[in-house]
């Protein structure tokens, strides 16, 4: 059974980091396609940034290119968000996916698709 468990959200200050983790159990993250989604109350779900199985990665939001990077440790079979400089903008439950889905235009999550962990919470104040 594939599971997947985000942890290292908070609050913090505009300009601040955090360093989400998505540690994932029934499947090889080296073998998979991991992506961050983010929803933040009264906006859509947006997917952010992903790490394929073969290593390329690809930014979805604009606003996080030379902020947020991702990165994966095969040995601990976890997935990195590591977000700098912090914006308000940036506020809003972090979810990891295994198998996103690319163009969905949605208010909710598409949850209907791959795996997904309970999502974490991101607060920037300003």
């Known amino acids: 059974q594939v599971q997947l468990l985000e942890s290292g959200g908070g609050s913090v200050q505009a300009g601040g980091s955090l360093r989400l983790s998505c540690t994932v159990s029934?499947?090889?993250?080296?073998?998979?396609?991991i992506g961050w989604y983010r929803h933040a109350p009264g906006q859509k779900c947006e997917l952010v940034l992903v790490?394929?199985?073969?290593?390329?990665?690809?930014y979805y939001v604009d606003s996080v290119k030379g902020r947020f990077n991702i990165s994966r440790d095969n040995t601990k079979n976890t997935v990195y968000l590591q977000m700098s400089s912090l914006q308000s903008e940036d506020t809003a439950v972090y979810y990891c996916v295994k198998q996103y889905l690319v163009g969905y235009d949605g208010w909710e999550c598409p949850r209907f698709i791959g795996h997904w962990g309970q999502g974490t919470q991101v607060t920037v104040s300003s």
């Open positions: 790490i394929n199985s073969d290593g390329g990665i690809y």
């Open positions: 029934g499947v090889g993250v080296a073998d998979s396609d």
